[in-house]
Nanobody, 123 residues
Framework: QVRLVESGGGSVQAGGSLRLSCAASGYTNVSYCMGWFRQPPGKEREEVATLDADGSTTYADSVKGRFTISQDSAKSTLYLQMNSLRPEDTAMYYC?????????????????WGQGTQVTVSS
């Protein structure tokens, strides 16, 4: 059973930084696609960044140049380094995984999700 547990959220002022972590367990696949998603208050969930097992990454236009998705060498923890945070980055952030290569067909094509971690950016 794949398990994802996010941590690292919190409150920060605009311009600040946070690093989110997603501890992943329960899979040994060579192929996988992992992603960070966010859901602002009253809005739909949206993709932020993805990382394939081959190391390739994608980013939403709104976070390019500010956020970096990465993974530790053991491939057991997914990170999202968020710099130059803006109030519009305020959201619940989730990590998700699919045991197939990226891209995943649609937001809810990911079968495994964490419980989320809240990020609040004040102006």
């Amino acid at each position: 059973q794949v398990r994802l547990v996010e941590s690292g959220g919190g409150s920060v002022q605009a311009g600040g930084s946070l690093r989110l972590s997603c501890a992943a367990s329960g899979y040994t696949n060579v192929s996988y696609c992992m992603g960070w998603f966010r859901q602002p208050p009253g809005k739909e969930r949206e993709e932020v960044a993805t990382l394939d097992a081959d190391g390739s990454t994608t980013y939403a236009d709104s976070v390019k140049g500010r956020f970096t998705i990465s993974q530790d060498s053991a491939k057991s923890t997914l990170y999202l380094q968020m710099n130059s945070l803006r109030p519009e980055d305020t959201a619940m952030y989730y990590c998700a995984a699919d045991l197939r290569s990226c891209p995943v067909a649609g937001l809810y094509g990911y079968p495994y999700w964490g419980q989320g971690t809240q990020v609040t950016v004040s102006s």
